[in-house]
């Protein structure tokens, strides 16, 4: 098992910026794919981005130039950078671990309990 545990949500203006954790703690070799989705009200778990332990990220087009991930290896943690932000971008943010996973949720089996982010006009 691998347990996931997301800080540092929380109320910010359009605009600004919020950084989120997430440590990975247990089954850690189990995570060499950590990622973020999001899922605002209304809607679907959304794929946010993705870090794999080579280095290697991707994003979904809409975060792409606003959202950076990033992690550490040697502490099993991984972060995301966003900056820019706008009301839209208000929602529950979930971070995610597997082997190999990718864009969609169901690739992922591992879970924290979420963090909101709420973006105020």
């Known amino acids: 098992q691998v347990q996931l545990v997301e800080s540092g949500g929380g109320l910010v203006q359009a605009g600004g910026s919020l950084r989120l954790s997430c440590a990975a703690s247990?089954?850690?070799?189990?995570?060499?794919?950590m990622a973020w989705f999001r899922r605002a009200p209304g809607k679907e778990r959304e794929f946010v981005a993705a870090?794999?332990?080579?280095?290697?990220?991707y994003y979904a087009d809409s975060m792409k130039g606003r959202f950076t991930i990033s992690r550490d290896n040697a502490k099993n943690t991984v972060n995301l950078q966003m900056n820019s932000l706008k009301p839209e971008d208000t929602a529950v943010y979930y971070c995610?671990?597997?082997?190999?996973?990718?864009?969609?949720?169901?690739?992922?089996?591992?879970w924290g309990q979420g963090i909101q982010v709420t973006v105020s006009s």
């Open positions: 247990g089954r850690t070799f189990s995570s060499n794919t």
């Open positions: 870090s794999r332990n080579t280095g290697y990220t």
């Open positions: 995610a671990a597997d082997q190999q996973g990718g864009t969609l949720r169901d690739e992922y089996d591992y």
